[in-house]
């Protein structure tokens, strides 16, 4: 079996005051010029959006944060972390790097709270295949030291504890990044003296297990959905079917290879800019060989990141770390091909590649040598059209 190990390194967004970085209730300090020399030579795509922001802010432009609920919160960036035990004055805040909210990088979401007398700031956001420092602290650190979280990543998350000591002033962050969901977190706080202070009990309080589909777990093996409940014991047709749907419920008539497949979804998003309803979940029936309407399965995405998809022939489904693609054989839904990777706590990847119709180039436990059958699935998935929904009303 090979491995390719991928370093995520975090990389510093050297601006004293961002857009996306300013609304913080911790203080930020001048420049300095081991910050300054942090500084990459090519920006990271977050850099760039930030500085605009930055600018826009300064010519007088609206503030591009905006505050909102924790169920916005957890609607934005599904694995978010929580308010721990005890905090007051509980806030959260979100700032939108572009207009697209499934483009990568994501919205900058925050929650800034006060506990045991001392206000921290928590941050997330989805940056893809690498790790970003979102914390908006720019410190002359003098402290570094590798660390390891104790329950985010089912007790094996590496992240980064770095602290500054000033005159009159110390800060501590903690940076970290789920390498299966591609999000960056970070955790600061400031006072003035922070000598036997931990700031990693507090990145362990604010662990949300509610909100985690399986920590470091690729998303197809880390959701369990149920299957919608429908009965068709008396449908005959779609349209029977259809009209036992409830309200807000969706459908969508579409055709694979010479088959007509109803999709039903308990809910649907937007999908696109031009208002596609789209769904990260649904029931597939037909109309098998002997005029029976029969319920197929569902399909599952990772997330409103991937919505599901379909092409002439096939039906796909897919997250962050894989893709499956579905087709009809002999009346029965079938996983034509499935490729994806899987990552271990030190951040190698093995990649795999399965079929339930197909023999296919992998070793006894599906493993295969790189990324190739991964990438061309992906290419194939995001030429596909998103499936459009209509919605019960």
């Known amino acids: 079996m090979k491995k390719k190990c ?22 930020v300090p001048e420049a ?64 939108k790097t572009g207009e697209d909210d499934m483009a990568i990088p994501g919205p900058l979401v925050q929650m800034t709270f006060d506990l045991d007398g001392m206000s921290f700031t928590a941050r997330e956001q989805v940056t893809g295949e690498k790790a970003e420092d979102i914390s908006g602290m720019y410190y002359d650190w003098r402290n570094t030291e590798d660390i390891t979280l104790s329950n985010w990543g089912d007790g094996t998350m590496p992240a980064e504890y770095k602290r500054y000591i000033g005159d009159g002033e110390s800060a501590d962050v903690c940076t970290w990044y789920d390498i299966e969901y591609g999000a960056s977190y970070s955790l600061g706080t400031t006072a003035k003296d922070l000598e036997g202070f931990d700031l990693q009990a507090v990145a362990e309080a604010i662990y949300d297990p509610s909100t985690q589909s399986g920590a470091n777990m690729p998303e197809n093996e880390a959701i369990y959905v149920e299957p919608i409940s429908i009965d068709i014991s008396d449908c005959d047709n779609f349209d029977q079917l ?48 002997d005029g029976n309407l029969k319920d197929g399965g569902y399909v599952r995405s990772g ?53 339930e119709l197909h023999d296919v180039d992998a070793d006894e436990n599906g493993v295969v040598k790189d990324d190739s059958a991964l990438n061309d699935l992906n290419k194939e998935m995001f030429e596909a059209d998103i499936i459009a929904f209509t919605v019960i009303k």
């Open 242 to 289: 259809i009209n036992k749907l409830a309200t807000d419920m969706g459908y969508a008539e579409i055709k694979i290879g010479d088959k007509d497949l109803l999709l039903v979804t308990p809910d649907t998003f937007k999908g696109d800019d031009k208002g596609t309803r789209a769904a990260t979940i649904a029931e597939v029936f037909w109309i098998d060989k």
């Open 32 to 95: 300095t010029t081991q910050a300054e020399s942090a500084v990459p030579d090519e920006p990271t795509k977050t850099q760039k959006e930030l500085e605009t922001l930055e600018a826009d802010t300064s010519a007088g432009l609206a503030n591009p944060w905006r505050d909102i609920t924790y169920d916005e919160a957890v609607a934005t960036i599904s694995k978010l972390f929580k308010a721990p035990d005890g905090a007051e004055n509980v806030k959260w805040s979100i700032c």
């Open 6 to 27: 991928i370093m995520m390194i975090a990389v510093a967004i050297a601006v004293s005051v961002s857009g996306c970085g300013s609304n913080n209730n911790i203080t």
């Open 303 to 355: 997330g409103t990141a991937n919505p599901l998809t379909a092409s002439e022939n096939y039906i796909y489904a897919s997250g962050h770390h894989y893709v499956k693609r579905y087709t009809l054989n002999d009346d029965i839904l079938t996983i034509d091909l499935e490729a994806g990777e899987k990552f271990d706590s030190k951040g190698c990847v093995t990649y795999y590649l399965y079929s």
